[in-house]
């Protein structure tokens, strides 16, 4: 079985810094998806990034961005220029291909950013 | 834009009682699913249904049941409700790859049994 672990229960950034979230995961498949995302205070959660694990290069979405080690099994992601609507619960989630859209998810991470 | 419309924001039953939760998806997609978000723990699968009238068990199954008689709906079911069930629970619909795998979620209910 997958498992994805967050090791940050919670973490802070000022406005417009940069943070980074970590995800690790361990799977024995060669062939998979990882994605984060993130759940606002009170609003439905979003998908911000997804990667594809034959693809080497990390996935940028606007000031979202990944850095995928696959042998490392590790996906953080980094979010520049912070800004108050980032505040969220991010969420790491794996799914290996031949499983269609069953997804693993882990702890999540709360990010608070400060004005 | 895609919507999951969950049936009620909060619900509080009593134990034992039968409880339905019910799931709407306005844009075509196969493939729905049900989690539960607890604290600490993140969101685990319940049920996911790639087709009307099919269903497979996720990583938690017990102690509930779902039902698909359309393809927009998706109900899951509390056969008698326990303390332990109280949680968050989250329905989600996608297009599979056709969609890049993204899953859209719906607003959550939160389910307070007593």
């Known amino acids: 079985a997958q498992t994805v672990t967050q090791s940050q229960p919670e973490m802070s950034v000022q406005e417009a810094e940069t943070v980074t979230l970590s995800c690790t995961y361990d799977t024995s498949e060669n062939n998979y998806y990882l994605f984060w995302y993130k759940q606002p205070p009170s609003r439905q959660m979003i998908l911000v990034i997804r990667?594809?694990?034959?693809?080497?290069q990390n996935a940028t979405e606007n000031r979202f961005s990944v850095n995928f080690q696959k042998a490392a099994k590790s996906f953080s992601l980094k979010i520049s220029d912070s800004q108050l609507g980032d505040t969220a619960m991010y969420f790491c989630a794996f799914m290996k291909h031949s499983s269609g859209d069953k997804l693993t998810f882990g702890t999540g991470t709360r990010l608070a950013v400060r004005p | 834009d895609v919507k999951v419309t969950q049936s009620s924001r909060y619900l509080v039953k009593r134990t034992g009682e039968k409880v339905f939760l019910e799931c709407v998806q306005d844009m075509d997609h196969e493939n729905m699913f049900w989690y539960r978000q607890d604290p600490g723990l993140g969101l685990r699968l319940i049920y996911f249904?790639?087709?009307?009238?099919?269903?497979e068990k996720g990583d938690i199954p017990e102690g509930y049941s779902v039902s698909r008689e359309k393809k927009e709906r998706f109900s899951l079911i509390l056969e008698s409700a326990s303390t332990n069930q109280t949680s968050m629970y989250l329905c989600?619909?996608?297009?599979?790859?056709?969609?890049?795998?993204?899953?859209?979620f719906g607003p959550g209910t939160r389910l307070t049994v007593t």
């Open positions: 249904s790639y087709d009307v009238k099919m269903k």
């Open positions: 990667q594809e694990a034959y693809k080497q």
């Open positions: 989600a619909s996608s297009s599979g790859l056709a969609g890049g795998y993204e899953q859209y």
